[in-house]
């Protein structure tokens, strides 16, 4: 990836609130995150970590109310997109900025063909005519690796199986050739096979277009196969940021260590149990004053009581927000000790 | 879908068959006598051979076969003949009337008009009223006018036809005068005063009865509205850059009306039924008026005929509910 490039997104202290009728839920607090042309940004976090909500926030996509968009910027190609009328948004929204969600088994209207939910962007953004767009969709359907294309635009969602449903909808969110491509959580709600088939055409495309991507996901092996560069969120906010190899080896925030060793291995000896995360993520009713982690952080002290701890740099394009010190290359596999 | 069609009508003769046997027998079963109408000084005697001129003496499954070949074949072969000057029906006896011994269908089409032009026109206005008022009232659920929407249709749902219909007529028609306060069938539109008089006649029984159809058809495509405004799909359409009239207009309404249509096409036969309580109360004579008087003067073939009449339509239009669901919602396929 061209490293130093301008970023193609710059995304600078977003806080999205939503209204509840028990008041407000600070969802987002003061995300920023910059995404390089070309290049694939992992964010991961447990469910309620705000990772969706941040991506919806970005373009619009969050129902207002009962969101909220309190404040930040968020720099797309020069416009902050936050102060940009939703014409404007709409017009960027499937041409510049594509989507896949989560459940291709419900994210497709169930009542028009495939063609004409492929077709609909490319006719409104790139203004072609029937046969053109069309033309177009039966290319992007052979590009995702639909057989028979050309018969198969012709079929309802229901005909499709839902690996077969995704391609479709990232041949959807690809059709206007995107410079941001946002994945959220694109192959959870598909079994393992099918999600390695999904992940290798993400790279496979990637490659091909050159488009930088979003990839949602809270599946740390789906991030060490495909990402570049992580994102970490906890509690609303981004507790910690780094290339991928240095991430998975050099973690420094006790969530993403704790996040780490959640995870199986393969390899090595067997462990008693699965390592778990004690307790709930906090719903924040508002802004943090103080670390969102700390009541399930084995190394909290009286300073992540007082403060919200600040991303500060760790190492090269590594940062994190914590005050503790992580002994640096140190095994995942710690003794849990509470730090005085 | 053609044979499913094709199958569906082959399974509704039966099922007609037996719903006309079933009326047949209840209103054989049912107390009352044709004659009970007759002044008392007729001798019973005389009563009695007016009884078996009516074909009463005969046994119950005679007069049903009989009832069946007029309707069924006497019926519409005197509609040829009319239509072509031919005379296969020449000799055969129709269903007749026992209340004023003209046959049933003349009659029947005579108050067809009236029927289907106040409570047809009001069926048509409140859908049309209800499918904008639903899809607003769901797009902005809870905005003042989703509020008045649902308290609007709540009365209108809710306050029977015979109150709304007669407080009308004392507001409008007794204490305003801006109405008629009956309808006057023998009215003839031939001028443009005339028309307007017709409108005038015509305003209070439409706007009661629109606005019951209206009521109860608004609170479904709102319901209807606000379950698919929540799905994914609509916000893969947002995602895509559509604009929020094609997001709900193409997207969500198209998905909303599938179980409207078939709402919408099951309260068709209503109309026919006519609006009974309505038209009694504006004195409309329509085909629900046809039918109380029926009964009350125990004129038999008339409510025979009537009934089965409506049981034939409700056949026919749920068969067209089902079929145009599959027109629909393409994840139905009846082949």
């Known amino acids: 990836m061209p490293d130093g490039a301008a970023p193609v997104l710059d995304v600078r202290d977003l806080k999205t609130v939503f209204h509840t009728r028990s008041g407000e839920v600070h969802a987002v607090n ?47 190609d020069g416009e902050d997109l936050l102060k940009v009328p939703d014409k404007r948004l709409r017009a960027l929204r499937g041409k510049r900025i594509g989507f896949v969600f989560q459940d291709p088994m419900t994210s497709l209207n169930p009542v028009f063909t495939v063609g004409f939910q492929i077709m609909e962007p490319l006719r409104k953004h790139m203004g072609m005519t029937k046969d053109q767009a069309r033309k177009r969709a039966q290319e992007l359907l052979e590009l995702v690796g639909i057989p028979d294309a050309a018969r198969r635009l012709k079929d309802f969602p229901h005909q499709f199986s839902g690996g077969m449903r995704q391609r479709v909808m990232i041949a959807i969110a690809l059709a206007c050739d995107p410079d941001v491509l946002i994945a959220d959580e694109p192959t959870t709600a598909l079994d393992v096979t099918i999600q390695a088939q999904i992940l290798e055409l993400m790279k496979e495309l990637r490659e091909r277009l050159g488009m930088a991507v979003i990839w949602i996901t809270h599946d740390l092996g789906v991030i060490a196969e495909i990402a570049d560069r992580v994102l970490v969120m906890y509690g609303g906010q981004v507790v910690e940021q780094a290339p991928v190899a240095e991430l998975f080896g050099n973690p420094q925030h006790p969530y993403t260590r704790a996040l780490l060793q ?79 | 879908m053609f044979t499913y069609t094709v199958r569906r009508l082959l399974l509704a003769i039966p099922t007609l068959l037996f719903i ?172 443009w005063d005339a028309f307007v008089f017709q409108v005038r006649q015509m305003a209070m029984p439409v706007f009661v009865l629109a606005l019951y159809n ?79 008087t029926a009964i009350y003067a125990n004129d038999i073939p008339m409510v025979q005929t009537l009934t089965f009449i409506f049981a034939v339509l409700i056949v026919l239009f749920n068969l067209i509910a089902d079929v145009l669901y599959g027109m629909l919602d393409p994840r139905i396929r009846y082949d």
């Open chain 2, 20 to 191: 006309s046997l079933i009326i047949f027998l209840l209103l054989d079963l049912a107390p009352g006598d044709p004659t009970a109408q007759l002044p008392l000084t007729i001798p019973p005697e005389v009563r009695e051979k007016i009884r078996e001129s009516l074909g009463l003496g005969q046994p119950v499954y005679v007069r049903y076969l009989l009832w069946l070949k007029q309707f069924l074949v006497a019926e519409p072969l005197h509609v040829f003949d009319t239509m072509f000057g031919t005379g296969f029906a020449d000799g055969m006896q129709r269903v007749i009337s026992w209340q004023t011994r003209s046959p049933v269908a003349d009659i029947i089409a005579q108050r067809m008009p009236q029927t289907l032009w106040v409570v047809g026109l009001s069926y048509v206005i409140g859908t049309l009223i209800a499918l904008p008022i639903g899809i607003i009232s769901a797009y902005r659920q809870y905005s003042w006018f989703d509020q008045i929407g649902a308290l609007v249709s709540m009365i209108g749902y809710s306050v029977p036809t015979f109150f709304t219909g007669v407080l009308l007529i004392v507001v409008f028609a007794v204490n305003l005068g801006w109405f008629p306060s009956i309808y006057d069938t023998t009215h003839v539109v031939d001028s």
């Open chain 2, 214 to 292: 209206a009521a109860q058809i608004s609170r479904f495509m709102r319901a209807s509205m606000l379950d698919n405004l929540a799905q994914d799909y609509v916000r893969t359409a947002r995602a895509k850059g559509m604009s929020e009239k094609v997001v709900v207009l193409l997207h969500v309404l198209r998905n909303s009306m599938i179980p409207v249509v078939t709402v919408i096409a099951l309260g068709v036969p209503t109309i026919f039924g006519g609006a009974i309580i309505t038209e009694q109360v504006f004195k409309v004579n329509g085909l629900g008026q046809l039918l109380i």
């Open chain 1, 262 to 340: 959640t995870v199986p291995s393969l390899t090595g000896a067997r462990e008693e149990r699965l390592h778990v995360i004690e307790g709930q993520p906090p719903i924040l009713r508002a802004a943090p004053q103080s670390c969102p982690f700390r009541d399930r952080c084995t190394h909290a002290f009286d300073r992540c009581a007082r403060e919200n701890p600040a991303r500060r740099p760790v190492g090269p394009g590594h940062d994190a927000a914590c005050f503790w010190d992580a002994p640096a290359n140190r095994p995942h596999h710690e003794p849990k000790a509470a730090i005085p």
């Open chain 1, 30 to 76: 003061a995300v920023s995150f910059a995404l390089k042309p070309g290049e694939l940004l992992g964010v991961v976090g447990e469910s309620g970590s705000g990772k969706s909500v941040t991506m919806m926030s970005l373009i619009g996509l969050l129902p207002t109310p009962p969101a909220e968009l309190r404040g930040g910027q968020v720099l797309f």
